[in-house]
């Protein structure tokens, strides 16, 4: 059973920083594409960031230059580091992994940035 579990939001100053943690179970990490996506209150989910198994990173013009993601795949955890945070990126964030028809998502993390 593929698990992932999203660890690191909170609530956040404009201009500051989080790092989200996304640790998957359950498969073999290393054949999995991962995905970062976010959900703000009464909009639809978008996909924020992207990393493939050859480690290539897929941003939305929107991100580039803000969020970085990265994959151990030693920990089996992907990443997602995000700063100079404005209040527009409060949202819940989602940790997604695909892998052949496989396509599993996190419970979510609440980020928070106040202005």
């Known amino acids: 059973q593929v698990q992932l579990v999203e660890s690191g939001g909170g609530l956040v100053q404009a201009g500051g920083s989080l790092r989200l943690s996304c640790a998957v179970s359950?498969?073999?990490?290393?054949?999995?594409?991962l995905n970062w996506y976010r959900q703000a209150p009464g909009k639809q989910r978008e996909a924020v960031a992207t990393?493939?198994?050859?480690?290539?990173?897929i941003y939305p013009d929107s991100i580039k230059g803000r969020f970085t993601i990265s994959r151990d795949n030693a920990k089996d955890t992907v990443y997602l580091q995000m700063n100079d945070l404005s209040p527009e990126d409060t949202a819940i964030y989602y940790c997604?992994?695909?892998?052949?028809?496989?396509?599993?998502w996190g419970q979510g993390t609440q980020v928070t940035v106040s202005s």
């Open positions: 359950g498969t073999i990490f290393s054949m999995m594409t």
């Open positions: 997604n992994a695909l892998q052949g028809i496989g396509n599993y």
């Open positions: 990393i493939t198994t050859g480690g290539r990173t």
